[in-house]
């Protein structure tokens, strides 16, 4: 099974994620299909927080691929920020 999920970067106490398509029986850091995104949970006011390839996410999710509990929370966040009117 594929899964859209968080593979953590960074440095002690300042964690940046990449948002990666991989194997669930994969390790966390490991080996992986496609980088689509990050989440940078200290980003400055002037970088973007949080982005997702749309193209690449809607690819992968048609694909089959499964989301985390904490990617839906964060596309969720990702589409009210950039498409709400």
């Not at 982005?51 to 691929?65: C, P, R």
Request: proline share 2%.
């Amino acid at each position: 099974m594929i899964k859209i999920r968080l593979a953590r970067y960074g440095v002690k106490k300042r964690p940046f994620y990449k948002i990666i398509v991989a194997d669930v029986r994969s390790a966390r850091n490991g080996k992986f299909i496609e980088h689509i995104g990050y989440f940078n949970p200290f980003a400055k006011k002037n970088e973007k927080k949080i982005y997702f390839s749309i193209e690449k996410t809607t690819y992968w999710l048609k694909k089959g691929a499964q989301k985390t509990n904490r990617i839906k929370k964060l596309l969720n966040q990702y589409n009210k920020k950039n498409y709400s009117n």
